[in-house]
C-alpha cells in the first residue's frame, strides 16, 4: 500500500475516498459513497472533512507528502547526481506501482482544473520539484551534469517523464509492471542532463 493503514477514523475515510474516486472518478463521487466504503455514517465525514475538495487535497497531502518526505531522505543519502536521478526515478515507479487505486487518483487529479484543489496539492508538489532541484543543482556544482543545462526545463522533463510512465500504465489494457521502465528512463534521463551512464545497479548502489 502506498501508506499504512492505521486505526485512526481519518486514514480510513481518505483510504475509502481513494477506492470510490479510483471507481467512480471524482467528479462521480459523492460523501454517501464514501462514508458507505468506510462503514460509518455520511455526517461523521463532515466532522474530518466539510466538502470533497478538501478530502482530494487531503490525499495528496497525506499520501504524497508522506512519500516525499521519505523519498527526501533516501534519495540525499545517495553519492552523485546520476545515482540520485536513479533512486528518485526507482522511488517514484514503486510508490505507484504499490497501489493502483492510488495511481489512478493521483494521475488524474493532479491535473484538476478547480482552483481550490489546483492551490491546496501545489504545496505538496513544489516539495517534490524542490528535491528534483536540488540534485541538478548539486549535481552542476559537482560537475556531474552539463554545467550549461537549465534546471527548471530538466526538471520539467524529469518530471513530466515519469508522470507520463505512470498515467500510461494506469490506462494500459495490458498488465505489466512498472518498474520495467526505471533503467530505460534512468538511462535517457542522465544523459540528457549531460551525465555519463553506467547502468542503474552500478551507479546507485555504491551509493546505498
Request: neutral net charge.
Amino acid at each position: 500500500m502506498a501508506s499504512k493503514p492505521g486505526n485512526d477514523k481519518e486514514l480510513r475515510i481518505l483510504r475509502a475516498a481513494i477506492s470510490v474516486f479510483a471507481r467512480h472518478g471524482y467528479h462521480g463521487s459523492s460523501i454517501s459513497t464514501i462514508a458507505e466504503e468506510a462503514g460509518i455514517a455520511t455526517g461523521t465525514i463532515y466532522l474530518y472533512f466539510r466538502k470533497k475538495e478538501e478530502l482530494i487535497i487531503a490525499l495528496f497531502q497525506r499520501f504524497l507528502g508522506d512519500y516525499i518526505r521519505e523519498a527526501k531522505e533516501e534519495v540525499l543519502a545517495v553519492h552523485g547526481a546520476p545515482a540520485r536521478l536513479g533512486k528518485l526515478i526507482e522511488r517514484h515507479l514503486r510508490f505507484f506501482e504499490a497501489d493502483h487505486e492510488v495511481a489512478a487518483v493521483f494521475q488524474i487529479h493532479l491535473r484538476e482544473v478547480n482552483p481550490q484543489i489546483r492551490d491546496g496539492i501545489l504545496p505538496v508538489l513544489l516539495d517534490y520539484f524542490d528535491l528534483i532541484d536540488t540534485i541538478l543543482i548539486e549535481g552542476k556544482e559537482a560537475g556531474e551534469i552539463a554545467p550549461d543545462i537549465d534546471v527548471r526545463l530538466a526538471r520539467k522533463l524529469i518530471f513530466g517523464g515519469l508522470d507520463e510512465i505512470v498515467t500510461s500504465w494506469v490506462l494500459s489494457r495490458h498488465k505489466y509492471e512498472l518498474m520495467s521502465m526505471r533503467d530505460g528512463f534512468h538511462q535517457m534521463i542522465t544523459r540528457a542532463v549531460g551525465a555519463r551512464w553506467s547502468g542503474f545497479r552500478a551507479r546507485a548502489s555504491g551509493g546505498d
